[in-house]
């Protein structure tokens, strides 16, 4: 069941040290703690140049590391992923029953049938957009596959700041995205200017809560 909340979300600059090479933004909740699971990209209005890669939490480049959902205790291991356009995701069932993965996602669809202990199924990601993963046996499983497009990208972290790396300057548009967050495409946009001198930015906004999530939102 979801508690709804009215979207409030405030931008606000101050001085800091956030520069061109490293955007810092600081994302709460209503009760003006960090969020985690959110995810922040940049795209350049000229489109900009850089990794096309998106970064990962807390800036890590996605394309470092595997990308892996397990499905443990009855539930998606990690809640959100963050990869780029054309990463293969492992699926690992480390649970002792059979769960059945599927989305029915405009982005991705698959369908991952009846597979047990141990066992373990790849996806490739081959087009943007958000994916929404559920088990076919347990209905309250539930995860999100958020395939970038956007040059820069980030996942949140335990931490409220998430830095955006080596943005170009000129004009652009923030986003941030989590699914508990209360608005059109659980999503908040913004136009920013990247100066050499850019101070951080702080977004606060308001989420749903959701029975299925560790955490308060």
Not at 84 to 105: A, M, Q, R, W, Y
Request: charged share 20%; hydrophobic share 45%.
């Amino acid at each position: 069941m979801l508690v709804r909340y009215v979207l409030v979300m405030i931008l606000c600059l101050w001085p800091g040290v956030a520069t061109a090479s490293g955007l810092s933004v600081v994302l709460t909740n209503q009760k003006g703690e960090s969020v985690r699971d959110a995810v922040i990209t940049f795209t350049p209005a000229a489109g900009g140049a850089g990794d096309e890669a998106a970064t990962g939490e807390e800036g890590e480049r996605a394309s470092d590391a595997p990308y892996a959902i397990n499905q443990k205790n009855i539930a998606f291991d990690p809640f959100v992923s963050l990869v780029p356009v054309g990463s293969t995701v492992t699926f690992k069932n480390e649970d002792s029953v059979l769960h059945h993965v599927f989305s029915f996602s405009k982005a991705k669809r698959f369908d991952l049938k009846l597979f047990g202990a141990s066992e373990s199924q790849d996806v490739v990601f081959d087009q943007g957009g958000i994916v929404s993963v559920g088990c076919n046996i347990h209905d309250g499983m539930i995860a999100y596959v958020f395939v970038a497009t956007a040059p820069y990208a980030a996942q949140t972290g335990e931490a409220a700041t998430t830095v955006l790396a080596d943005l170009p300057l000129g004009d652009g548009v923030l986003t941030v995205w989590h699914p508990l967050l209360r608005a059109k495409g659980n999503q908040i946009s913004q136009d920013i200017t990247v100066t050499d001198a850019m101070a951080p930015i702080e977004v606060s906004a308001k989420f749903r809560r959701a029975v299925h999530i560790s955490g308060d939102y």
